[in-house]
């Protein structure tokens, strides 16, 4: 099967790197050579990075182009086109979208379960085409938000959901945001004048994955699904919160096109595998790599299978794949219902939804006091999971969705997303259903539960609450914090139900005869977590405070607290107003620090812990030195690191006098990113004040600093 050029050959792709490192220093001989330079090579990288993924620049250097063209165009702006890279950029709220006609009707696609519907299908498509010679085109059938692109005259003049087929809203604003999408492509070289192109908005695994842990760890119920999140980031109003989403694209099919009168229709767009890659060739983002030609449907049959079984390998959700006729000629031979094309049928893959009876709802209390509602289902297999529990996040999730005690609900599970309740099937509801009380109490404790004004989560405040004060001591000896190794979550419940354990002070005065006398504690093992609390005495203060589970100070805050003081006490005298002085101490830390440090319990634990002989004084040990190569310097590491762990590197970086931060701020000096760096990297990017590096530049800069 030919493959068609693509749109850079490898001569072009070396003469557009050495041109991008060029520009980088040297501007061209006049600025409309230096801009039409620039927008070449931003489209270049842009290419490269959304629709190859191969990134051929660092992302500080791309955005060194970038800033460069826009200063450019303000400056001159006559000079400014609307494909220019600068113009994704939309600025304000669309107000709505408007509907618009689709250039050729949106249909569905029939569905098939199994080999026995494809050889069916199969026997249908030879007595339409009239011919036992059919190539058939395979394609992965993308799990996003379904999107029609139309070009004229090379440019993109509108994008549009699907709607009802017929009409769908004009999203034009927010398509542009996403950069694998062109906004221009040599269309006329080939005349043609007009084209459509449908394909699927779609979400990174791994951009999906960080967003909703982003969610959850604000309280919030993370995005259902891949799919959803798609489709609902296109209708947000403001254009630039779509551009931080992340979005990517699949475009699968020409619906329709224009030539110039006179012009022959190209030998590419004869077929459906030829036009994908005909798109391909110039920039666009079709699946030329996942496309499969087969001439028997036992072929087909055979990959989809295959396919089925590597589905979690893609970067992105796939439901199925789509089998299509691969001659235009024989498709339009075949027709098409109202409905769906004759020529063309998805394999849909083994569902990861079921449905389940929901019987009861825990609540369950957290480290920090916070109420988690937890589901309980009948169990069921979705995805090879058996899942009976699933967490209901808050009170205002339950609300939202009007789940209750009995419903039937759907319950979906995608990749190796946390299982959820899409919702619940309320044309199913017997009138027996009872509503979820969210409890005012404490189930551990019975305390009046309290909620913080803009947060989602009720709370047990009760610091003795028997639930916290057993995940307190699991936290306080936790690997990041002091690091009692034999002292682990199970060992912790254990010792905390028969009494042993009550609480944090309770680790160093454990009744060792008692311990001695139970099961799997023989003499080696007792010995083995004596050594381990005793040691733990004399871990630095900023792992006592991390320990301690201050709400809001992670490990890297809690460094920044230890640094600031001689000995822990000193916090009783601390305001708001002084914690705020420290990098990256902003109100809410600050008050929750001001908040924990005022408590009389709190203020006991730590005089206990001091009585039994642990470290509550700053003696500098692993704190940066004041005179270090990166003295003054902030660093901040994101992403998917390859090179090193990031407690490594940020141990590096103190080593050498440099400050670790816990957020991008104006305090920020660089930030280190990894793969799938999130909303760190666009914040650092539109502060436009921080340096972004590699892994690969940051271990230049520390060896620079030797």
Sequence with gaps: MQYFAVMYTPQDEK????????????????????????????????????????????????????????????????????????????????????????????????????????????????????????????????????????????????????????????????????????????????GVNQIEIRGEIVIHKKVFETYNKQRIAEGLAPLANPRNAASGTLRILDPSEVRKRGLNAILYSISDYTLEPGTPRPEELKTHYGSLQWLYSMGFPAPAREMKVFTHIDEVIKFCAEFEARRDDLPFEVDGLVIKVNDYALQDRMGMTSHHPRWAVAYKFKARQATSKLRRVEFQVGRVGAITPVAKIDPVPIGGVTVSSISLFNEDVIREKDVRIGDTVLVERAGDVIPYIVKPLTELRTGEEEPILFPTNCPACDSLLEKVQDEAAWRCININCPVQVAERIIHFASKDAMDIRSLGNANVQKFHDLGLLPDIPGIYHIDWDRVKGMEGFGEKSVTNLKQAIEQSKQQPLFRVIFGLGIRHVGETTAKTLASAVAHITDFYSWDIEKLSTLDDIGPKVATSVVDFFAREENKRMISMLEAAGVNLINDHRGQKPADGALAGKTFLFTGTLSHFKRSDAETMVEAKGGSILGGVSTKLNYLVVGDDAGSKLEKAKKLGTVNILTEQEFLQLIGDHQ
């Design 15 to 190: 003469r557009l790197y050495e041109q991008a490192k060029a520009l980088l220093n040297v501007d061209a001989a006049d600025v409309a050579t230096t801009i039409e330079l620039l927008r070449e090579t931003i489209n270049y990288a842009d290419w490269k990075y959304y629709v190859q993924s191969e990134p051929v620049l660092a992302d500080v250097e791309y955005d060194g182009l970038y800033k460069k063209l826009k200063h450019l165009e303000e400056q001159y702006p006559e000079q400014v086109t609307a494909d220019s890279p600068t113009q994704r950029v939309a600025m304000g709220l669309s107000e709505r979208f408007p509907a618009v006609s689709h250039l050729v009707p949106m249909l569905s696609l029939d569905n098939t379960y199994n080999a026995e519907d494809l050889t069916d299908w199969d026997r249908k498509c030879r007595e339409l085409a009239e011919t036992d010679e059919i190539t058939y085109c395979v394609e992965p059938k993308y799990d996003g938000a379904s999107v029609s692109l139309v070009y004229d005259d090379g440019k993109l003049v509108r994008g549009a959901t699907r709607g009802d087929g017929v009409m769908g809203e004009d999203i034009t604003i927010n398509v542009k945001q996403i950069k694998a999408i062109p906004l221009s492509a040599q269309l006329l070289k080939y």
